[in-house]
């Protein structure tokens, strides 16, 4: 049983590591709540505990301008005792919240989704990571862990995201539905996810099936369970709170962009500088812009839905409004999946290099800017471009990779040869 | 950009080499597509289109559009070109005359008859109305009331009433102005009554004359405002000398801005350390607030004062001394340059109305008295600002007391008052202050109307003048409520009632200045549409690109294929 011994021990080293950093560093938690690269206005923690609050005194948390977060959240966490004074439920929460992440992680690892797809078979099939080396690579990603330590309520998104994926690479699709129902409840943007990974879904049950569904009736009873899902959710929010105003408050503020707080994506210096007249204009460019890759990437990745779901998720820590290092780490740990596709990849070491060098340099300009004032908010913008042309670089590197792939396949007398586009 | 491998990405081989087993010749030629991945292209690119054209599309046009709120120009250029509303002013005159109502009647339209005549202004018409006589109530004649006979005490829009009082001695007929009460004492002797066979006796035409000499200054005024709006209006107005309307321009270039609110400062500035204290607070109270209460249906007022010592005017005037009468005189020149606006603190502005200072100046007994040169006077004003009065110290007081009493500002506070009455535009005859005051009531009621009126003028043209501007809800509901309060007060102006008129005009004035100065409509004015590329090029043109040049290679392969297949 040497898989199992793995397993405990990776599991075991993740949560030991966890609540050690928990422990002995006490403030670090809330060092790192306060970062911008961590925790945005939509996840942070401490606007959580905000919001708490108000809800906890019978005011309406959205009342104060401070919490952007979903309503549900609210009662799941007034269960657990005051964090300020017994952090320990909640790093626990955290901590478990990382592990399940993990072992969805291993599920879509152990479909083989990511390598024989049922329209694919690709050449390099045997280069593969374990799925408890993927785990580890998602346990123990200094991203995932800075996410958890900061509790940040993006690691929910995280792993709603990640159930979904393994639920549809195992053909699950109820449970696929709601895990991802709940994702896009808590971040919005996870709902681009659904039509790759219903094609997903739709293939691994067709591949297990004898004769495969009817796909039109598959996809419309599927779209509909989304919807009926999605709709009970936000209904219940609204019991919760007793009026629909949460969702200008929840999904308006990711919409429209209210809060202009720095982050590590591209939105806010471009709007800090936008005429007023061209924000809501500019504002509708930017999200057609993330909303656009998803029917694009779909029909051409056709025969790797979980490719281009993983990429989706790269595009969404590029791309969305309030990004952070943990949509980021969720890209990141997806990528082991593929590890058929690294010896394809042109510029790992260039993409590599420019994510260490964002990783170090951001705080230290922010630094700069914020704390020292010998700099000002380019430098940080500038360290935020870095970081997403690396991230760039890698989608892209990778989505080459994975076409040229496809056409070692289509064209197997041409394996190894100088290619070009045209 | 990840987007441009997704829509366009198909891989295809570099020049294969010869010792390739698959190349048929040496040429270097690429295989052909299948017709899969042709489709798969093809799909790619219109989902890409797709969500440009049904989603891009209308968000563009959705959050670039202009709101532009319907106005009604057709109502505003009306009310810009007076085609609206005629202001008239009929003033209603009560007489009171201890004499039969059959008599009286017969006096009062002689009199209107000849008023008539005299009158070449047919907007300001004064008619005349029959009032109780109280004092005579109880007299043994019976009076007769009619219909026509109203009470004079209840009724605020009746401009003047005029007394008829029997004398025996004296010169007949003469008359008497009430300072202080709109009220016109006619003395008559007994003969001068008109009997009822003869018309036009003498009384009836010298008490018209005297109306009309009383209301001549009115008339000019308000005839100065007419002449000065756009429209039809040219036969209404009646002829003004060149000198009238040169006075009537002076006067107006004086006056302040019509505001609601003034602020007035007191000020006493002093170039040594007395008088250090003035006891303004009681002569305020005694000199000034009767004035200001007099006026409290047309403005209201708030005073601060100050005391600064060692303040003197500015250096750069040098009073000179002159031998003959012993007194320090300032030149004309120097009037303008007196106030040391670097280091008196004279606020420009407190709060939203407009501020008017009073300056008096206590000059230091080696430089006293301190006069104009000119005219040896020791007040002036400043147009639109305030005034300026220098109390000299009286040689009586030796002491040089170090509180200005009461009694010593009272020279000064009559000043400040005559000084105000300037700027605020009123009227400087009659001798008769209520008269003075209700005639700045029309006279403000209808230049507000007429200010008001063009400034919605103003808003029609730039509406039309500038299409790129946007027009919130805002300006369309203040124009709205601009045009009804000036319609209420064009009708209350004709029925005669002034002070609602000025209320009305008023609401209207801030309301079009309101919709006129509105702050989202000035923010695209200086905003060209060339700049538009400058700010759509550097994001677009970049995604535009790929998305374009896809697009245009589909299309020629596409036509390229069709055109084979027909030659074929």
């Known amino acids: 049983m040497a898989i199992d011994r793995q397993k405990a021990l990776i599991f075991g080293a993740a949560v030991a590591v966890r609540l050690l950093l928990f422990t002995t560093f006490p403030s670090l938690p809330n060092l790192l709540a306060g970062r911008v690269e961590v925790s945005t206005p939509v996840t942070s923690f401490k606007r959580l505990q905000e919001g708490l609050f108000l809800y906890k005194h019978n005011v309406s948390p959205y009342d104060g301008g401070v919490y952007y977060q979903a309503p549900l959240l609210l009662p799941l966490f007034s269960l657990l005792p005051d964090p300020s004074y017994f952090p320990f439920a909640s790093n626990v929460l955290y901590t478990a919240v990382d592990s399940l992440g993990a072992y969805a992680l291993m599920q879509i690892a152990d479909s083989m989704q990511a390598v024989t797809p049922r329209l694919f078979k690709s050449s390099r099939k045997d280069l593969r990571w374990s799925s408890v080396a993927v785990a580890a690579g998602y346990l123990f990603n200094p991203f995932t862990v800075a996410t958890c330590v900061a509790r940040s309520t993006s690691a929910l998104s995280t792993l709603f995201i990640l159930v979904a994926i393994a639920k549809a690479s195992q053909g699950a699709g109820i449970t696929f539905v709601f895990a991802l129902s709940i994702a896009s409840y808590l971040s919005m943007h996870p709902i681009l996810l659904f039509p790759p990974l219903l094609l997903l879904c739709y293939d691994v049950r067709a591949s297990k099936a004898k004769s495969a569904p009817s796909a039109s009736r598959f996809a419309v009873s599927h779209t509909a369970g989304l919807a009926a899902a999605c709709g009970l959710l936000l209904y219940l929010s609204y019991l919760l709170t007793g009026s629909w105003e949460f969702l200008q408050s929840t999904y308006g503020v990711r919409l429209l962009l209210p809060d202009l707080t720095p982050n590590v994506g591209l939105w806010w210096y471009f709007f800090i500088e936008m005429f007023d007249s061209f924000r809501e204009f500019f504002l509708g460019v930017f999200w057609l812009h993330v909303a656009s890759y998803a029917p694009g990437l779909t029909l051409r990745l056709r025969k790797q839905p979980l490719f281009a779901a993983a990429t989706l998720t790269g595009i969404f820590a590029i791309f969305t409004p309030y990004p952070s290092i943990a949509d980021a780490a969720l890209y990141l740990s997806l990528l082991p999946l593929f590890r058929h596709l690294f010896p394809l990849m042109r510029y790992s070491f260039l993409a590599a290099a420019a994510i260490l060098y964002a990783s170090f340099l951001g705080p230290a300009f922010y630094h700069l800017w914020i704390y020292a004032g010998s700099g000002n908010a380019n430098f940080f913008y500038a360290i935020t471009l870095v970081w997403s042309l690396g991230l760039s670089v890698i989608v892209g590197d990778s989505l080459y990779a994975a076409l040229r792939d496809e056409f070692d396949v289509e064209r197997p007398e041409l394996r190894g040869k100088e290619v070009k586009r045209i | ?568």
């Open chain 2, 1 to 568: 950009m990840a987007e441009t491998d997704g829509a366009t990405a198909s891989v295809e081989p570099l020049s294969t080499p010869s010792t390739d087993a698959t190349s048929v010749s040496a040429t270097a030629k690429p295989p052909p597509e299948t017709q899969e991945s042709i489709w798969l292209r093809r799909s790619v690119i219109v989902s890409f289109w797709l969500v440009v054209v049904l989603l891009g599309l209308p968000v563009w046009w959705k959050t670039t559009a202009i709101y532009r709120a319907e106005l009604p120009l057709e109502t505003m250029g009306a009310w810009a070109e007076s085609k609206v509303c005629q202001p008239a002013f009929p003033l209603k005159v009560a007489v009171e005359a201890p004499i039969p109502a059959q008599d009286a009647q017969h006096l009062l339209r002689d009199t209107q008859h000849s008023l008539d005549e005299l009158n070449d202004f047919s907007a300001h018409r004064l008619s005349l109305l029959l009032a109780d006589a109280p004092f005579v109530a109880n007299a043994s004649q019976q009076i007769v009331t009619d219909g026509i006979a109203v009470d004079v005490s209840h009724d605020e829009d009746i401009a003047l009433s005029v007394r008829l009082v029997p004398v025996e001695t004296g010169h007949t007929p003469r008359s008497l102005l009430q300072p202080y009460s709109p009220r016109l004492d006619v003395y008559y002797g007994p003969s001068q009554l008109p009997t009822a066979a003869s018309t036009g006796s003498p009384l009836a035409t010298y008490i018209a004359e005297e109306l009309h000499k009383l209301f001549g200054e009115e008339q000019a005024l308000l005839a100065h405002l007419l002449s000065k709006t756009p429209g039809p209006r040219a036969p209404v107005a009646k002829r003004l000398s060149s000198g009238i309307i040169a006075e009537l321009e002076h006067r107006s270039t004086r006056a302040l801005k019509y505001a609601p609110t003034y602020h007035l400062t007191f000020s006493l500035f002093t170039p040594i350390n007395i008088p250090s204290d003035w006891d303004i607070e009681s002569a305020l109270q005694r000199y000034m607030s009767p004035f200001l209460d007099s006026l409290t249906g047309i403005h209201n007022f708030t005073i601060d004062t100050q005391v600064q010592l060692y303040s003197g005017y500015t250096p750069t005037v040098r009073p000179e001394f002159d031998e003959q009468s012993k007194s320090w005189t300032l030149r004309k020149e120097d009037l303008s340059g007196f106030i040391n606006a670097a280091e008196w603190p004279l606020t420009p502005s407190i709060g939203a109305g407009p501020t008017v200072n009073f300056v008096l100046y206590v000059p230091d007994r080696s430089q006293s008295p301190l006069v104009v040169k000119e005219t040896g006077g020791n007040s002036w004003l400043v147009p639109q600002w305030g005034g300026v009065v220098i109390l000299n110290p009286t040689e009586a007081d030796e002491a040089a007391p170090a509180i200005m009493t009461r009694e010593a500002l009272a020279p000064a506070m009559h000043t400040f008052s005559t000084q105000l009455m300037s700027l605020l535009g009123l009227p400087q005859s009659p001798g008769c202050l209520p008269l003075r005051i209700s005639t700045l009531v029309r006279v403000r009621a209808a230049s507000l109307l007429f200010s008001a009126s063009s400034t919605l003028g103003a808003l029609a043209r730039l509406y039309n003048a500038l299409p790129s501007i946007p027009i919130p809800d805002k300006v369309a509901k203040s124009v709205d409520l601009t045009t009804e309060h000036l319609q209420l007060a064009c009708d209350s102006l004709k029925e005669g009632r002034f002070h609602s008129a000025l209320e009305h005009a008023r609401v209207a004035e801030a309301e079009a200045e309101k919709a006129f100065f509105e702050r989202s409509m000035v923010g695209q004015v200086y905003f060209p549409d060339e700049h538009k590329v400058a700010v759509y090029l550097p994001l677009l043109g970049p995604v535009a690109v790929p998305l374009i040049m896809a697009a245009l290679k589909e299309l020629q392969t596409t036509i390229r294929n069709f055109k084979a297949r027909r030659s074929s």
